[in-house]
Protein backbone atom coordinates (compact mmCIF):
# COMPACT_ATOMS: atom_id res chain seq x y z
CA UNK A 1 0.00 0.00 0.00
CA UNK A 2 2.35 2.67 -0.77
CA UNK A 3 0.23 4.43 -3.41
CA UNK A 4 -1.07 7.58 -2.62
CA UNK A 5 -3.77 7.33 -5.77
CA UNK A 6 -7.25 8.03 -3.90
CA UNK A 7 -8.45 4.91 -5.46
CA UNK A 8 -6.31 2.97 -3.67
CA UNK A 9 -7.41 4.50 -0.61
CA UNK A 10 -9.07 1.76 1.93
CA UNK A 11 -10.72 2.16 5.27
CA UNK A 12 -8.29 2.47 8.22
CA UNK A 13 -10.99 0.12 10.29
CA UNK A 14 -11.27 -2.02 7.31
CA UNK A 15 -8.53 -2.30 5.53
CA UNK A 16 -10.07 -4.46 2.85
CA UNK A 17 -12.64 -1.78 2.18
CA UNK A 18 -11.53 0.43 -0.59
CA UNK A 19 -13.13 3.87 -0.42
CA UNK A 20 -12.60 7.13 -1.44
CA UNK A 21 -14.08 9.02 1.90
CA UNK A 22 -11.54 10.50 4.33
CA UNK A 23 -12.35 11.95 7.38
CA UNK A 24 -12.51 15.95 7.47
CA UNK A 25 -10.45 16.31 10.40
CA UNK A 26 -7.85 13.61 10.88
CA UNK A 27 -7.40 12.86 6.94
CA UNK A 28 -8.16 9.07 7.79
CA UNK A 29 -10.10 7.39 5.00
CA UNK A 30 -13.42 5.68 6.06
CA UNK A 31 -15.61 3.37 4.15
CA UNK A 32 -18.85 4.77 4.07
CA UNK A 33 -20.07 2.08 7.00
CA UNK A 34 -17.66 3.96 9.53
CA UNK A 35 -18.09 7.14 7.86
CA UNK A 36 -20.15 9.21 10.39
CA UNK A 37 -22.32 12.38 8.87
CA UNK A 38 -21.70 15.43 11.10
CA UNK A 39 -23.20 19.16 9.93
CA UNK A 40 -19.19 19.77 8.98
CA UNK A 41 -18.76 16.84 7.22
CA UNK A 42 -17.76 13.27 7.42
CA UNK A 43 -16.06 12.44 10.32
CA UNK A 44 -14.29 9.05 11.33
CA UNK A 45 -16.20 8.05 14.55
CA UNK A 46 -12.46 8.63 16.91
CA UNK A 47 -13.22 11.85 15.89
CA UNK A 48 -16.86 11.80 16.79
CA UNK A 49 -15.90 10.42 19.71
CA UNK A 50 -12.86 12.99 20.74
CA UNK A 51 -15.58 16.03 19.87
CA UNK A 52 -18.59 14.35 22.58
CA UNK A 53 -15.91 14.38 25.17
CA UNK A 54 -14.94 17.68 24.42
CA UNK A 55 -18.68 18.57 24.49
CA UNK A 56 -19.94 16.67 27.60
CA UNK A 57 -17.66 18.10 30.13
CA UNK A 58 -18.73 16.71 33.24
CA UNK A 59 -17.64 13.58 35.46
CA UNK A 60 -19.54 11.37 37.55
CA UNK A 61 -20.05 12.91 40.41
CA UNK A 62 -21.71 15.39 38.41
CA UNK A 63 -24.46 12.89 38.77
CA UNK A 64 -24.36 12.65 42.10
CA UNK A 65 -24.55 16.02 42.51
CA UNK A 66 -27.42 15.86 40.32
CA UNK A 67 -29.39 13.62 42.59
CA UNK A 68 -28.50 15.48 45.95
CA UNK A 69 -30.46 18.61 44.13
CA UNK A 70 -32.49 16.89 42.17
CA UNK A 71 -34.26 14.39 44.29
CA UNK A 72 -34.84 16.95 47.49
CA UNK A 73 -36.06 19.62 45.51
CA UNK A 74 -38.97 16.98 43.32
CA UNK A 75 -39.87 15.65 46.72
CA UNK A 76 -40.82 19.58 47.94
CA UNK A 77 -42.40 19.51 44.47
CA UNK A 78 -44.59 16.80 44.48
CA UNK A 79 -45.23 17.07 48.01
CA UNK A 80 -46.78 20.85 46.81
CA UNK A 81 -48.33 19.39 43.88
CA UNK A 82 -50.44 17.12 45.81
CA UNK A 83 -51.15 18.42 48.98
CA UNK A 84 -51.44 22.18 48.07
CA UNK A 85 -51.93 22.48 44.26
CA UNK A 86 -54.42 19.07 44.04
CA UNK A 87 -56.66 21.00 47.04
CA UNK A 88 -57.42 24.15 45.46
CA UNK A 89 -60.13 22.79 43.77
CA UNK A 90 -61.57 23.95 40.60
CA UNK A 91 -58.24 25.67 39.14
CA UNK A 92 -56.07 22.77 40.69
CA UNK A 93 -55.90 21.39 36.89
CA UNK A 94 -55.16 24.85 35.74
CA UNK A 95 -52.78 25.79 38.05
CA UNK A 96 -50.75 22.62 37.79
CA UNK A 97 -50.49 23.28 33.77
CA UNK A 98 -49.24 26.53 34.75
CA UNK A 99 -46.74 25.73 37.27
CA UNK A 100 -45.62 22.09 36.44
CA UNK A 101 -43.15 23.68 33.01
CA UNK A 102 -41.38 26.13 35.54
CA UNK A 103 -41.54 23.75 38.66
CA UNK A 104 -39.26 21.58 36.36
CA UNK A 105 -37.34 24.35 34.91
CA UNK A 106 -36.23 25.58 38.29
CA UNK A 107 -35.24 22.05 39.20
CA UNK A 108 -33.33 21.77 36.10
CA UNK A 109 -31.51 24.76 37.03
CA UNK A 110 -30.53 24.60 40.60
CA UNK A 111 -28.53 21.41 39.33
CA UNK A 112 -27.17 22.69 36.11
CA UNK A 113 -25.65 25.48 38.74
CA UNK A 114 -24.80 22.60 40.89
CA UNK A 115 -22.56 20.98 38.63
CA UNK A 116 -20.96 24.21 37.56
CA UNK A 117 -22.88 23.91 33.95
CA UNK A 118 -20.87 20.87 32.96
CA UNK A 119 -22.69 18.97 30.48
CA UNK A 120 -23.34 15.08 31.02
CA UNK A 121 -24.69 13.01 28.58
CA UNK A 122 -27.54 11.55 30.74
CA UNK A 123 -28.26 14.52 33.23
CA UNK A 124 -31.39 15.24 32.34
CA UNK A 125 -32.17 11.53 32.37
CA UNK A 126 -30.96 11.29 36.04
CA UNK A 127 -33.00 14.49 37.01
CA UNK A 128 -36.18 12.93 35.17
CA UNK A 129 -35.81 9.88 37.18
CA UNK A 130 -34.99 11.69 40.59
CA UNK A 131 -38.30 13.26 39.42
CA UNK A 132 -40.56 10.50 38.84
CA UNK A 133 -39.03 8.55 41.96
CA UNK A 134 -39.93 11.45 44.12
CA UNK A 135 -43.60 12.00 43.15
CA UNK A 136 -43.66 7.94 43.30
CA UNK A 137 -44.34 7.66 46.74
CA UNK A 138 -47.62 10.62 46.56
CA UNK A 139 -48.88 8.64 43.34
CA UNK A 140 -49.40 5.45 45.71
CA UNK A 141 -50.52 7.50 48.39
CA UNK A 142 -53.65 8.65 46.46
CA UNK A 143 -53.90 5.42 44.87
CA UNK A 144 -54.41 3.96 47.81
CA UNK A 145 -57.02 6.54 49.07
CA UNK A 146 -58.42 5.36 46.06
CA UNK A 147 -59.03 9.13 44.38
CA UNK A 148 -58.38 8.33 41.61
CA UNK A 149 -58.69 11.68 39.73
CA UNK A 150 -56.00 13.16 42.22
CA UNK A 151 -53.90 11.44 40.36
CA UNK A 152 -53.99 14.24 37.70
CA UNK A 153 -51.87 17.00 39.37
CA UNK A 154 -48.82 14.94 40.03
CA UNK A 155 -49.22 13.48 36.49
CA UNK A 156 -49.26 17.26 35.39
CA UNK A 157 -46.07 17.81 37.19
CA UNK A 158 -44.73 13.91 36.31
CA UNK A 159 -45.01 14.45 32.28
CA UNK A 160 -45.00 18.68 32.02
CA UNK A 161 -41.83 18.61 34.52
CA UNK A 162 -39.68 16.16 32.66
CA UNK A 163 -40.38 18.01 29.17
CA UNK A 164 -39.11 20.95 30.95
CA UNK A 165 -36.48 19.59 32.46
CA UNK A 166 -34.79 17.65 29.05
CA UNK A 167 -35.84 21.35 27.61
CA UNK A 168 -33.62 22.76 30.05
CA UNK A 169 -30.52 19.89 30.32
CA UNK A 170 -30.18 18.66 26.55
ZN1 LIG B 1 -10.98 11.50 12.05
ZN1 LIG C 1 -14.78 1.10 7.70
Known amino acids: MESSNETTLTCYRHPNTPTSLRCNRCGNPICPKCAVR ?27 IAVAVALPLSFIAGYVFTFIVAR ?51 IVLILLSGNFLGLVVPGILLFLGSGAVVARLR
Open 38 to 64: TPVGFRCPDCVRIQQNRFYTGGKLDYL
Open 88 to 138: IGFFSWMIAFLAAPPTGGLIAEAVWRAVGRRRSRYLSTVVMACLIVAVLPF
